[in-house]
T-cell receptor
């Protein structure tokens, strides 16, 4: 049983470009959350998707948007990239009906903006 | 708003030493959940423990133990007889729900265990 998978593993972009990161949740999981982890810092919550809708959002600008597909996989899109968007982007998934279960994290996508 | 502070950015110990990682949190909510995660070089966060705000019992799991004190808003993590495989970045985090949604993380403590 595969855990949470993310693609690509690494990505290099230039300022002003747009990027799309992908996440496949653990089998049976229907809720996906995204976090941004800048170098040397703790992860920061970006948003969470459930039933193909954004349910909760952290303090991130509208340049950060997402999508969840019927198979529960998710995308994170960042427009007009800034140097400060360079970070490890982590995806986490959980099964909403299992209230006692915590979420599982993927290995992340490391984004470098030049 | 919630806040989690891990004052120790980096700790270096020699194998078999005991080490304690500190975590202090702030929240106005009376119901909250505290977590510890381990982040090895591979990047993914590995869940270690979850504690709710009404359960101040300390917990021990093998070489790991956790001390939760509401009076000082602290949730410290001790590794006994550290091993090289314990080398990683450790994060303390807080959530307002049991599942750990919308986690607020501390800045992390990098633990280096030398042979």
């Amino acid at each position: 049983d595969a855990g949470v998978t993310q693609s690509p593993t690494h990505l290099i972009k230039t300022r002003g470009q747009q990027v799309t990161l992908r996440c496949s949740p653990k089998s049976g999981h229907d809720t996906v959350s995204w976090y941004q982890q800048a170098l040397g810092q703790g992860p920061q919550f970006i948003f969470q998707y459930y039933e193909e809708e954004e349910r909760q959002r952290g303090n991130f600008p509208d340049r950060f948007s997402g999508h969840q597909f019927p198979n529960y996989s998710s995308e994170l899109n960042v427009n007009a990239l800034l140097l400060g968007d360079s970070a490890l982007y982590l995806c986490a998934s959980r099964e909403t009906s299992e209230s006692q279960e915590t979420q599982y994290f993927g290995p992340g996508t490391r984004l470098l903006v030049l | 708003a919630q806040k989690v502070t891990q004052a120790q950015t980096e700790i270096s110990v020699v194998e078999k030493e005991d080490v304690t990682l500190d975590c202090v949190y702030e929240t106005r909510d009376t119901t909250y959940y505290l977590f510890w995660y381990k982040q090895p070089p591979s990047g993914e966060l590995v869940f270690l423990i979850r504690r709710n705000s009404f359960d101040e019992q300390n917990e021990i799991s093998g070489r790991y133990s956790w001390n939760f004190q509401k009076s000082t808003s602290s949730f410290n993590f001790t590794i006994t007889a550290s091993q090289v495989v314990d080398s990683a970045v450790y994060f303390c985090a807080l959530s307002l729900d049991n599942a750990g949604n919308m986690l607020t993380f501390g800045g992390g403590t990098r633990l280096m265990v030398k042979p």
